[in-house]
C-alpha cells in the first residue's frame, strides 16, 4: 500500500515538471519552406537536331525557347530550376539523367515537340513499377518512380484541359527518362488541330506557347503542394 | 611429180575436214531441234498462292493516340516467320499513304526479316542455353523485327508517332502470333538507339505493354 503511494507522488510529481518545462520552453523556430526542385530536359541539341516543324523550325530549337520560357515562369514564383542545357549543345542521353538524378529534383519535364498528333502528349516511362532498393539499375532507374510519374502525369493533365488544351496521355521507353529518379514526364507538344484534322494553333503560334507553358507551370505549383511529393522519397 | 606421202597427207586431211563439217553441222541440227523444243514448253503447273485468311491488325491513329484492331484478309504462308513478316507488311502498306491516320512512309518491303526465338526471361539477354525441344515449340517466343534503313531515316520524329509504330508492330504479332511475348527490333540487321530519335529501340518490348497500355484524349 505503502509503495503504491509513492509511485503515485512520483508520477503526479513528474507530470508537474513535463507541463512546467513545456511552459518554460522558447517557441519553436519557424518551418523553412521545402526544397522543391524541377528539372527541364530541353531534348536533343548540338547535332541532334530532333524533328523538324512544319514552318521549318528544329525541335531543338522549339525545346530551348520552352525551357526558357518556363523557367522563368517558374523562377518568378519561387521554384528552383535546373536545365539540363542552356544552349544549342549536344547533351549526352546518360548525361541528362545525371544532372536530374544528381539535382534530387521533385519533378522532371523532358520537353518534346512534334507535327504529329494534337494537343500536348504526355509521356511516362512503360517500365513496371517496382519496390524502391537501394541500388538501382541505371537503364531502369525510374521504375521506383514510375507511380509517382504517373502522378506528376495526372496534375499536367488537369491543368492542360483546363486551359482548354487537348491532352494524350501514354506510356513509352525513352533512354534519358528511364534513367531518371524523380517524377520524370516527358511533354511533347504538337499543334492543336481540329476534328478534320486542321490546325487551328501552330507550334509558331505565341499564344499557343504562352498557354502551355503557363499551363505547365500552374501544374507544378500544383504538384508542390500535392500529397503525392510529400511523401518520402523512394 | 607429187609425192606419194604427200597425196596420202592431203586425202587424210581432206576426210578430217569433211568429217568434222559434218559433225558441226549435226550438232547445229540438234541445238536448233532443242530450241526449238524449249519453245513448244506450256507450264504444267500453277504457282501456288498461300490461301487467303483473316489476319488482325493494331492500327495506330495520330489524332487520338489510339492502338484499333481492324481484321484484314490476306495470303498468309504457313512458316511463321514469313506469316508474321506478311502481316506487319501489310500493316505498313497501311500507314504508306500520306493521308493514312498514321503516316509512315516505306511499306511492306520495310519489314526486311522476322526471326522467331525463343523468348529469354524479361530482362534478360539471349538465353545461356537452349530450351528443351518440346518448349521450343510451345513455349513463348521472341520476335527479332529487321526494318530497313530508309524506313528508319524516313519515319517522322516524335515520341508519339515512334511509339505508335512500335506498339502497333508489337501488338499485331501478338494477334496473329500468340505465342510472341517480347519484340526487339533492327535496323538494317544492327542494333539501333531510337527509332527516329525518340522510341528506344535498345530493349525488348513485351507485347502486354500493347494491350495494357491506354491512351487517352481527354
Not at chain 1, 178 to 203: F, H, N, Q, W, Y
Request: glycine fraction near 6%; include cysteine.
Amino acid at each position: 500500500m505503502r509503495w503504491t503511494n509513492w509511485a503515485l507522488a512520483a508520477f503526479f510529481a513528474g507530470g508537474l515538471c513535463e507541463t512546467s518545462a513545456a511552459a518554460q520552453a522558447p517557441p519553436a523556430p519557424p518551418v523553412p519552406p521545402a526544397r522543391f526542385m524541377v528539372v527541364l530536359d530541353a531534348a536533343h541539341g548540338g547535332d541532334d537536331s530532333g524533328g523538324r516543324m512544319a514552318n521549318g523550325q528544329l525541335e531543338k530549337t522549339f525545346t530551348l525557347a520552352l525551357s526558357v520560357r518556363l523557367r522563368s515562369l517558374l523562377g518568378a514564383r519561387g521554384i528552383q530550376v535546373a536545365t539540363t542545357r542552356e544552349s544549342d549543345a549536344t547533351v549526352d542521353l546518360n548525361r541528362r539523367a545525371e544532372i536530374a538524378n544528381r539535382a534530387r529534383a521533385d519533378a522532371c519535364l523532358s520537353l518534346h515537340a512534334s507535327e504529329s498528333g494534337s494537343g500536348v502528349h504526355l509521356y511516362v516511362s512503360s517500365l513496371a513499377p517496382v519496390q524502391p532498393s537501394r541500388f538501382a539499375a541505371w537503364k531502369t532507374a525510374q521504375a521506383a518512380w514510375v507511380t509517382r510519374s504517373l502522378a506528376l502525369e495526372g496534375v499536367l493533365n488537369s491543368a492542360l484541359q483546363q486551359a482548354q488544351i487537348s491532352v494524350i496521355l501514354g506510356r513509352t521507353a525513352l533512354p534519358a527518362v528511364d534513367s531518371m529518379t524523380c517524377p520524370a514526364v516527358a511533354v511533347e507538344i504538337a499543334p492543336e488541330r481540329d476534328a478534320d484534322k486542321k490546325v487551328t494553333a501552330g507550334l509558331d503560334d505565341a499564344d499557343y506557347q504562352a498557354r502551355v507553358a503557363a499551363a505547365l507551370a500552374a501544374a507544378l505549383l500544383e504538384w508542390r503542394t500535392d500529397a503525392w511529393r510529400t511523401e518520402a522519397h523512394p | 611429180m607429187i609425192p606419194r606421202h604427200q597425196k596420202l597427207l592431203f586425202g587424210i586431211l581432206l576426210a578430217a575436214s569433211l568429217a568434222m563439217g559434218v559433225t558441226l553441222w549435226h550438232l547445229r541440227e540438234r541445238a536448233h531441234q532443242r530450241l526449238i523444243a524449249g519453245q513448244d514448253s506450256a507450264p504444267t503447273h500453277a504457282p501456288e498462292v498461300a490461301p487467303a485468311e483473316q489476319a488482325t491488325l493494331l492500327v495506330a491513329n495520330d489524332s487520338d493516340g489510339s492502338l484499333l484492331p481492324q481484321v484484314h484478309s490476306l495470303p498468309l504462308p504457313a512458316d511463321p516467320g514469313a506469316r508474321a513478316r506478311a502481316v506487319l507488311g501489310k500493316l505498313l502498306d497501311l500507314y504508306a499513304p500520306p493521308d493514312a491516320a498514321h503516316p509512315v512512309p516505306g511499306g511492306g518491303s520495310s519489314v526486311l526479316q522476322v526471326f522467331l526465338l525463343p523468348a529469354p526471361p524479361i530482362g534478360t539477354g539471349v538465353p545461356a542455353s537452349p530450351p528443351p525441344q518440346e518448349k521450343q515449340q510451345t513455349g513463348p517466343q521472341l520476335a527479332v523485327v529487321n526494318l530497313s534503313g530508309s524506313f528508319a531515316a524516313s519515319h517522322p520524329s516524335g515520341i508519339e508517332t515512334e511509339t505508335l509504330t512500335v506498339l502497333s508492330i508489337c501488338g499485331t504479332l501478338h494477334a496473329n502470333l500468340p505465342r510472341v511475348t517480347q519484340v526487339r527490333f533492327l535496323v538494317d540487321g544492327v542494333e539501333r538507339p531510337t527509332l527516329a530519335g525518340h522510341a528506344d529501340l535498345t530493349r525488348a518490348y513485351p507485347t502486354a505493354d500493347t494491350v495494357s497500355t491506354e491512351r487517352i484524349r481527354q
